[in-house]
């Protein structure tokens, strides 16, 4: 990595930089049941595109992941159609403590939904959280989409029932400061953040320059878009921070623009720029991208060596991000025009070249289970 510290002391040079496949623990596939919105196919075409080897699906789809036999419907569409390796969450409901925790071995882990969400999936009453809490392997990942003081419970939880968890989506300052000193107190918490948490802020109105995300419908993202407060107070503790996760959630651009606009960005495609750029910027290191993007989420979800596996990265790229250029189904980008610098040129898999030169190589079906 000091090599690739002092090659960006250089700019405006052509740069390969090689990173190693990145894992995304935080995708909304879509299918089963939503595939007018994505597939596991153009998910994963996303995600490849993005650097991007691994994923780990959440279960809010048509029906939701909470027994075998849906388990097994989104496995076997991702058997037929993923092109990267992935792993796909259980849903926690009221009905499911006992199977969930029989199914965690095939599982990327268990998702809880304890606030405001897209889909059925959600549990408000915290008798029932206890039997996940107490059924669910220790030694499994757990993740929470829990806000500001429901994520203080879910903490509470975690130190009572000694239940590592892992919160989604960090966004606020209360949040991130809450996380700081439950890990300075020994608690098994772990976090990841969004890039569009960390570069959009809830003042972030669409601009005719297109340097905005759009109309009113296209800023709805749960957890909502903060205040700048939040968000530099997500930068000044980084060091709180152990994965980026994109928390890809497709909708398609008549829907975000329509009535009801459903919340959530695309974002596997736009990940790896946003970041080199501020690495660009001076905000983070390479080192910071590549221990959240890989060395972290690696060890918190239990993930396999892909062995021949690395990203070749053109570092000095600079162009502008547009929907028309992503592979996602959903149509559109909340960073529809923004300036950027680094672009995947390259990503094998596996011995295997997945994209090049903005092509997918992979073939359906040739991802694998991470389980
Ligand atoms: O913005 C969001 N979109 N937040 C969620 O919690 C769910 C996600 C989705 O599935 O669309
Ligand atoms: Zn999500």
């Known amino acids: 990595m000091d090599d690739n ?3 960006l002391k250089k700019p405006y040079t052509f740069l390969m930089l090689k990173l190693p496949g990145l894992i995304d623990p935080h995708v909304h596939v879509r299918e089963p049941g939503q595939t007018h919105k994505e597939d596991w196919d153009t998910a994963t075409q996303a995600a490849l595109a993005g650097g991007v080897t691994t ?7 048509k029906p939701p992941i909470f027994d075998e036999a849906t388990l097994e419907l989104a ?4 058997k037929a159609k993923a092109r990267c390796d992935y792993g796909q969450y259980i849903g926690a409901g009221p009905d499911n403590p006992d199977v969930a925790a029989s199914l965690a071995p ?5 998702k809880m939904y304890l606030d405001s969400t897209f889909g059925e999936l959600r549990l408000d009453d915290m008798t029932l959280w206890t039997p996940h809490f107490q059924k669910f392997p220790k030694s499994a990942p757990m993740v929470m989409h829990s806000e500001s003081r429901t994520m203080a419970a879910a903490i509470l939880f975690s130190a009572i029932y000694d239940h590592p968890i892992h919160i989604a989506h960090v966004s606020l300052k209360e949040e991130i400061l809450l996380i700081k000193a439950a890990k300075e107190k020994g608690i098994k918490v772990t976090c ?8 959009l802020t809830s003042s972030l109105r669409p601009s005719p320059s297109g340097r905005g995300v759009g109309g009113e419908g296209r800023t709805e993202v749960r957890p909502r878009l903060a205040t700048k407060e939040d968000v530099d107070s997500l930068w000044i503790n980084l060091d709180a921070i152990d994965c980026f996760a994109t928390d890809h959630a497709p909708h398609t651009l008549a829907e975000k623009d ?16 946003l970041l080199l750029t501020a690495v660009d ?24 060596d892909q062995p021949e596996t690395w990203v070749e990265v053109d570092e000095n790229a600079v162009y502008e991000i547009k929907a028309a250029d992503q592979f996602t189904r959903c149509g559109w980008t909340p960073f529809e025009g923004w300036k950027v610098r680094g672009k995947v040129r390259k990503v094998v898999l ?11 190589l992979a073939k359906p079906g040739s991802g694998r289970n991470v389980r």
């Open 281 to 304: 910027d001076g905000r983070l290191t390479i080192d910071d991208v590549v221990q959240r993007l890989s060395t972290n989420p690696k060890r918190i979800f239990h993930l396999p």
């Open 192 to 199: 990841e953040v969004c890039p569009h948490h960390l570069f």
């Open 75 to 78: 496995l076997s569409a991702a």
């Open 106 to 110: 095939k599982a990327a882990g268990l």
């Open 55 to 61: 994923i780990l699906a959440m279960p809010n789809t």
């Open 5 to 7: 510290a002092e090659r």
């Open 350 to 360: 596996r011995g295997k070249t997945a994209f090049e030169d903005g092509k997918v």
């Open 258 to 273: 329509g009535e009801n606009p459903p919340p959530g960005f695309p974002g596997l495609e736009t990940l790896l720029p």
